[in-house]
């Protein structure tokens, strides 16, 4: 266990950063199967740009590579306009 009062900081901010980055990471994965297992074209179209935009704070803040949530937007925009 450490002892210096900095590093102790760190690992209480580790965990809180920890606990918020899980649940918007969760949140997200969960959106985007809702949106997959989604039959209905306008709903799918509401909630689209959601996502989309759960997506991307995702790649922003390094939780996904930008590359990927740039291939999860196409194939979820692709569904979306196949129903």
Same mark, same amino acid.
């Given at each position: 266990?450490?002892?210096h @009062? #900095? #590093?102790?900081?760190?690992?209480? !901010?580790? +965990?809180?950063?920890? =606990?918020? $980055?899980?649940?918007? &990471?969760? #949140?997200?994965? $969960? &959106?985007?199967? +809702?949106?997959?297992?989604n039959?209905?074209? +306008? &709903?799918?179209? +509401? *909630?689209? @740009?959601? =996502?989309?935009?759960?997506?991307?704070? *995702?790649?922003?803040?390094? !939780?996904? %590579?930008?590359?990927?949530? #740039? $291939?999860?937007? &196409?194939? *979820?925009?692709? %569904? =979306?306009?196949? *129903?």
């Open positions: 266990m450490a002892n @009062p #900095s #590093s102790k900081k760190r690992i209480r !901010q580790n +965990e809180k950063r920890k =606990v918020h $980055n899980k649940y918007f &990471a969760r #949140s997200t994965r $969960n &959106a985007i199967k +809702e949106l997959r297992n039959t209905e074209k +306008e &709903a799918s179209q +509401e *909630l689209l @740009p959601k =996502v989309t935009s759960k997506i991307d704070k *995702l790649a922003k803040m390094h !939780q996904i %590579h930008k590359n990927k949530a #740039s $291939n999860l937007k &196409a194939k *979820l925009t692709k %569904h =979306v306009n196949s *129903l």
